[in-house]
């Protein structure tokens, strides 16, 4: 099924053997349009499992897209991992339920192999986001208890919480004196069809006072096990990202933009999530001409520079340094060679858009 996304494009379709499955995994890797492998740049990474679901699957990542491209979630790095039927049963299931579960191998599969190759060869940073749907929102689910400080968020689509020898719902309480590094995110939506385990797993939460463990469920009380997906996703991923969001536009909204205001934001993002989470170019670029049209052009200059330094691939904000400068009648060729540098090394544009943007230098130098 055909996807076209506004800010993401898909980078690559690959199959990973894994050491700890003994089989292949097929995952396919999305990138945002900022996206350069050469680029001293990471990005947040999200896992979604179950690709070989095409509705669910093509629906969360447009979610995704949708909420970066408004500016609600920072871009990020997906990676979609699928299941065949083989194997999706035991690859969700512990030992202690079945000699035949494969979770731990799984758990081995996401953390030592899948995850550094994002971070190694795809500039994936260390916030993670998973997102599981039915036996993969009971999986993810399980990784509370023993991942949870290598995480980030949660999203369970349709989770269920028990199997043989196994009640997450009662486990879960181990949680209210868990020492956690950071803000963790849990959020789980569910329909008609495990009420009696939603209503259980939500009351245990209510009980759970840990400042660091962030969890709401949603129920669905007529939806279909696989409608629960595109209900939840949206909220999940919004709830995720508030605080974030909060911030960013603080930051849009001052109007000093002094250098205080930038390192003061960015330690509260830190603080609250645990990693830097880099504003959206949008909101970076829409700074800058704000204070270009109020005429204040050392703002803009230092909006646009703020921007070059996270996305420093996008050549075009270079030659709105350019536009500034000259309206101060500022020297200028010191940004002309860095324009011409980076739109030699940029991969974001085409040829023709790189052509355009030439073209619009000799103009603005004219």
Sequence with gaps: MAQVYEGYSQLIDTTLTSKYLGFDKDITVTVP???QADVDRDFPLIIIFDRQNPRSHGYIINTIDYLTSNGQMPASIIISVASDEEHRLAETLHKVSSEDGLAKENEDFIFDEL???????????????????????YFTSS??????????????????YTQKNVDLTDSILKLENKQLNTRKYYRFGTGGDFPDGFHKMDS????IKN??????GTLFKEAGHNVTPGLTIGSALYEIFEDWSELQNIYFANEQLEVGI????????????????????????????????????????????????????????YLYIIEAKIQLKQDILM????????????????????????????????
């Design 211 to 216: 400042p660091n463990f962030n969890a709401k």
């Design 33 to 35: 349009f900022e996206w």
């Design 335 to 366: 940004t002309v060679n860095q324009f011409e540098k980076s739109i030699h090394e940029s991969e974001i544009f085409s040829v023709e858009e790189k052509e355009e943007l030439k073209k619009e230098l000799e103009t603005l130098m004219e």
């Design 115 to 137: 995850i550094p190759l994002a971070e190694n060869k795809y500039n994936a940073s260390k916030f993670r986001v998973l997102i599981g749907h039915s036996r993969y929102g």
């Design 204 to 207: 245990s939460l209510q009980l």
């Design 143 to 160: 990784l509370l208890f023993s991942r949870i400080n290598e995480i980030n968020a949660i999203v369970s689509l349709s989770p269920f």
């Design 262 to 317: 930038i390192d003061s934001l960015s330690k509260e993002i830190i603080a609250s999530y645990g990693s830097e989470l880099v504003f959206s170019l949008g909101v970076l670029n829409g700074k800058g001409w704000f204070f270009y049209g109020e005429k204040k052009y050392e703002k803009a200059i230092l909006a646009w520079e703020l921007l070059l330094k996270h996305y420093p691939n996008f050549s075009e904000g």
